[in-house]
């Protein structure tokens, strides 16, 4: 069985194996007009091409079942598997594990990376809706802007966003352990940012939107000192970064620059991390935001 | 403040017979029963009492009875004892009032007023104690078609994942944190057993639970708690939960309290912060969104686990599961008004929602006139309280039911409706480890099989009084039905017709 396999969780006990199935016939459909993935995805080149660094797949208007069978027979054969032609399909980089990368050219469609399990995904271009959506862990890198609900609910591995974030980015976060979701906003985020964060830790460089944070309970979010809202919801706390914080952001703020600095954004201006001194750092006040609401 | 509120319970302790053996003290988790420090005698704080009867069971000399507290009432309907009650907590803390179980508000409970038919002369009864009786359901949706090799005598293609229950009865999802590690030991015991399901709920697999995966309903909720590809892949099916009977329209919060070093793991978040679910998922805001989350699940776990989708009852409910059946859910499981849970806002749980006898005969109704019922399965769940129910849903259209509070009250819960204390003195909706450890998971299954295995029984003596031998014929019929005490418009809903029609 290939690590694509069958699910492990660190320390857990034995389970049964759950093979997933067999690429469908049908991906010959998706990778038509390239000779060597659909080999691949027919598993002629089993044997000999487990050594191949990268396959390409060209995805077109695949449906995103077929396309998803095509990239993960694909991944069985190689590491990297680039995709080129994407026209939206769903689930790419669905619950991808450690030691495999997807290279994405084209648009993404929603749910890219969703349940990702230590893979790491690169988009040139932009992500549509819930990018890394209850991500577990890995690294997803996107050059240029990703839509509403982006992180949802993520738990583990970073999120790199160049340009903008939708509505309701990076809500429902949550840590556990060394479990720390990381999610870097190079551009403005839209309302209700962090709703409801239990944990992990947000970078905004640009503007938050409105209701920022608000039932947030954990973690941490560093935005501009210039954009913190007048109007912070209650229970929030904006305060001067410690040491601790400095080396986080610090780190973030370097690995920023390394995936975008100097990539020219579609309104023309060039990506470039914020310095460290113009954040602060956004907290909760209470872990328990709501134990008085009841009363019995 | 003046503290107005007074007993809801007397404890009736009959002097005579008690034999001072004080273990009513060591067993009452409320702190009801205790010893003077005057003098030493055995003495009760009504005011604390919840009635959940642990006392009165457990008292060696039967000395103990809980009454209701003499006080009368100031003669007004409207405003009663209860009524009162409520409004003197809240004018005394500001908070939004906390209830647990099922709605308790005398509404019609419409299983009451439908009676079974039976075989009299015209067409034999079946003894089932003598001939075969099928009560195997399988849950999952089914192809319109079913295309065969018919010279290789094999099917063409593969059929999709479904769930095999060798009896028409689920466990109702209860997450660890709601209810303790031992009382889903329990049910995961009773489930294999029996050759059913569990539902684990929004809150994680706890590890010692995987060795039944099976077994196990895996819960995917707003808060995605513990969900991990892990996760998806360790039960038999997974279940979105949109909605609960109860609380229809809002999520929950677990208090910081409950969240110990076991439930935190499970659930993978820190220890003693609120677990809190959203009341959307924010990935959901349209049948084309539940898609959505449909198939990411199914892409997930390669298209080789159902995927159900549970709803609270609610008006349109019938409009939403034909949503849910083309969002492609395998099995909709819908959860009436009376369903039970461990923390709800006492006016969501007291009014809102509407009765599972009605939603589901209007939901099958609806997708046997769109001509979707056979794709999908139907659950049907909240307050399912007896045999005759079971039969009573699956008439109405349910393939399997669910459920829940029945199950607990098999293991020992006698209904107070205090699970949010966290005091449960049964070991059943409670983390303390005093009181998790009077729940054995050994016995407390033992209890939960003999209750579904007498339900079966009961089940297949219906089913053969009415000269049916297999539960896939009593479903949907509703002629096995009819009303009493029910106006047109109820009958019109429930699809049945009046007695003696």
Request: proline residues 5%; positive net charge; contains cysteine.
């Given at each position: 069985m290939s690590d694509q396999t069958t699910f492990e969780r660190e320390g857990g006990a034995g389970l049964p194996e759950h093979p997933l199935p067999?690429?469908?016939?049908?991906?010959a459909v998706t990778v038509e007009q390239n000779a060597a993935a659909q080999a691949v995805a027919e598993g002629a080149m089993a044997v000999e091409t487990t050594s191949v660094a990268s396959v390409t797949v060209e995805l077109g208007t695949s449906h995103f079942r077929e396309a998803n069978a095509a990239v993960r027979a694909a991944l069985e054969q190689a590491n990297t598997v680039v995709l080129t032609?994407?026209?939206?399909?769903?689930?790419?980089?669905?619950?991808m594990k450690a030691g495999k990368r997807l290279e994405i050219h084209g648009t993404p469609g929603n749910?890219?990376?969703?349940?990702?399990?230590g893979g790491s995904v690169e988009v040139f271009g932009s992500a549509q809706d819930q990018?890394?959506?209850?991500?577990?862990?890995g690294s997803v890198v996107v050059h240029g802007r990703s839509g509403d609900?982006?992180?949802?609910?993520?738990?583990g591995g970073e999120l790199l966003i160049r340009d903008d974030a939708g509505w309701?980015?990076?809500?429902n976060m949550k840590q556990y352990g060394d479990r720390r979701p990381m999610v870097v906003i190079g551009g403005d985020a839209g309302d209700f940012?962090?709703?409801?964060?239990?944990?992990g830790v947000v970078v905004l460089m640009g503007r938050p939107g409105s209701h920022?944070?608000?039932?947030?309970?954990?973690g941490v979010v560093y935005l501009q000192r210039a954009h913190?809202?007048?109007?912070?919801?209650?229970?929030l706390v904006a305060c001067d970064l410690d040491a601790e914080d400095a080396k986080v952001l610090g780190g973030l703020l370097a690995r920023y620059d390394r995936c975008f600095a100097g990539e020219v954004r579609p309104d023309g201006t060039v990506a470039a991390a914020a310095p460290l001194e113009a954040f602060v750092a956004l907290r909760p006040a209470s872990s328990r935001p709501y134990a008085a609401l009841y009363a019995s | 403040m003046l503290d107005c509120r007074i007993p809801r319970y007397k404890v009736l302790r009959d002097a005579d017979e008690c034999?001072?053996?004080n273990l009513c003290v060591r067993e009452c988790a409320n702190e009801v029963h205790y010893l003077s420090k005057k003098t030493g005698a055995l003495k009760a704080d009504?005011?604390?009492?919840?009635?959940?009867q642990r006392c009165t069971v457990l008292c060696p000399a039967r000395a103990l009875a809980i009454g209701n507290w003499p006080q009368v009432d100031c003669g007004s309907a409207a405003w009663n004892l209860p009524t009162m009650a409520d409004i003197a907590t809240q004018s005394q803390t500001g908070g939004v009032l906390l209830a647990s179980m099922?709605?308790?508000?005398?509404?019609?409970?419409y299983w009451e007023h439908l009676l079974l038919n039976a075989s009299q002369v015209t067409n034999p009864s079946i003894d089932p104690l003598r001939e075969p009786m099928e009560t195997r359901v399988l849950l999952g949706s089914r192809p319109a078609h079913l295309r065969v090799n018919e010279r290789a005598r094999t099917l063409a293609e593969p059929l999709p994942p479904q769930l095999k229950l060798d009896v028409p009865i689920l466990f109702a999802a209860m997450s660890f944190g709601s209810v303790s590690l031992n009382t889903q030991k329990a049910l995961a015991l009773a489930a294999r057993e029996l050759g059913t399901y569990f539902n684990c709920g929004e809150g994680g697999l706890h590890r010692d639970l995987e060795p039944f995966g099976e077994h196990a309903i895996v819960q995917v909720a707003?808060?995605?708690?513990?969900?991990?590809p892990y996760y998806l892949n360790a039960g038999a099916a997974i279940e979105i939960k949109i909605g609960q009977g109860a609380k229809p329209g809002i999520g929950g919060h677990l208090p910081g309290?409950?969240?110990n070093a076991e439930v935190s793991r499970t659930r993978m978040i820190p220890e003693g912060t609120d677990a809190i679910s959203p009341?959307?998922?924010?990935?959901?805001?349209?049948i084309e969104d539940l898609r959505q989350l449909v198939f990411s699940l199914k892409e997930a776990t390669g298209y080789r686990k159902p995927v159900a989708v549970k709803v609270a009852a609610v008006h349109n409910v019938a409009a939403i599961a034909s949503g849910m059946a083309r969002a492609g859910a395998d099995i909709i499981v819908i959860d009436g008004f009376r369903g039970g849970t461990g923390a709800a806002p006492k006016r969501i749980r007291d009014n809102v929602g509407i009765p599972i006898e009605l939603a589901l005969a209007a939901v099958d109704e609806r997708l046997r006139q769109e001509g979707i019922r056979s794709t999908v399965s139907l659950v049907a769940s909240g307050t399912i309280r007896n045999s005759a129910d079971v039969v009573r849903a699956v008439a109405l259209g349910a393939d399997a039911v669910s459920i829940g509070s029945a199950a607990l009250v098999a293991m020992?819960?006698?209904?107070?409706?205090?699970?949010?204390?966290?005091?449960?003195n049964w070991g059943i909706?409670?983390?303390?480890p005093d009181l998790t450890a009077r729940l054995n998971p050994d016995q407390a299954a033992e209890r939960v099989v003999n209750l579904v295995r007498g339900w079966n029984r009961e089940i297949q003596e219906m089913m053969g009084g009415m000269g049916?031998?297999?539960?896939d014929s009593l479903?949907?019929?509703?002629?096995?039905l009819r009303g009493v005490g029910l106006n047109e418009k109820e009958l019109e809903i429930l699809g049945v017709k009046y007695a003696g029609e």
């Open positions: 067999s690429a469908p016939e049908v991906t032609e994407v026209f939206a399909q769903r689930y790419l980089g669905c619950a749910d890219l990376a969703c349940y990702m399990d990018t890394a959506n209850t991500m577990n862990a609900a982006t992180g949802y609910a993520m738990r309701r980015a990076a809500i940012l962090g709703e409801y964060m239990a944990g920022l944070a608000s039932g947030m309970h954990g913190v809202p007048s109007n912070l919801p209650q229970g | 034999i001072h053996c009504s005011m604390k009492c919840v009635n959940c099922g709605n308790p508000k005398p509404y019609h409970i707003s808060g995605r708690f513990g969900v991990d309290e409950k969240i009341a959307p998922h924010h990935d959901i805001y349209s020992g819960c006698h209904q107070c409706g205090d699970c949010s204390s966290g005091r449960c909706a409670t983390q303390r049916i031998n297999a539960i479903r949907g019929n509703r002629l096995m």
